[in-house]
């Protein structure tokens, strides 16, 4: 009875983790041989493995990432040409720290998004709060909240994550208010949060692609030259994979 009204206290007070711990104790022979400073070390820890759990459930369910990519899963084959230390050095996540950038480009089908999403992965195990948005979509977004009103709070949200991804950059044309607005969200950026784009088109075809000579070096200016750049090789991931379930059925 007193060990029920224990656990009900915990749980009204938020302590899950420990309410859980000491909830399975109960059944536990071992339990008994704990020392005081054993036992309450471990509700501890419990409670800390608790909520670093129920965080990284609640930044990844705001992420909206595309792919449930894991930094484990990364293919590293020669013929992509992905250099292992690079990612390494990604995966510490200091460069979203210091609010810097990434850039990855390749073919399509050459696994951009989901190596993008493996480093969101990654952001978020790290407590960085991270948002992915394909770029046409997002641009669509800011059009629509600058005619109903709602701009402002939609470009402080979007200011608040630690780090955007841009997915699909230059996959469609540009509208001069679509240049303002990708103008205005990045330099809300600069030296506040992290950007990742991913993009067919090479680095160097991007200010033809934006359009506007004196927005396109602006732009560029804030992103290019703060940022970490990945060019992805080799055939279609997509087809490669298809290729090895055919193979499985065979």
Known sequence: MLMQQTLDKLHSIRQHGMANWLDTQRSNTSFQELSHEE????????????????????LLKGAKLKYDAWPENIDYRANRQLDRQVVTNLLTCDWIEKSL???ITGSTGSG?????CALAQQAARKGYS???????????????AYGDGSLHKLRTRLAKVQLLILDDWALAPLSAR?????LELIDDRVRQGSILITSQLPIDKWHDYIGE????????????HNSHKIELKGESMRKTHSLLEETKHV
């Not at 036992?39 to 820890?45: A, E, G, I, Q, T």
């Not at 951009?112 to 993008?116: E, F, N, P």
């Open 101 to 103: 950038n990434t850039i």
């Open 213 to 224: 000579p004196t927005v396109a070096d602006a732009i560029l200016d804030r992103i290019v």
């Open 39 to 58: 036992f309450v070390s471990l509700m501890v820890d419990a409670e800390i493995e608790d909520r670093e759990k129920r965080r990284l459930t609640r």
């Open 130 to 144: 991270v948002l992915y948005k394909r770029l046409s979509r997002l641009l669509e977004e800011l059009e629509i």
């Open 178 to 182: 679509g240049r303002h607005e990708l």
């Open 112 to 116: 951009k998004t989901w190596l993008a």
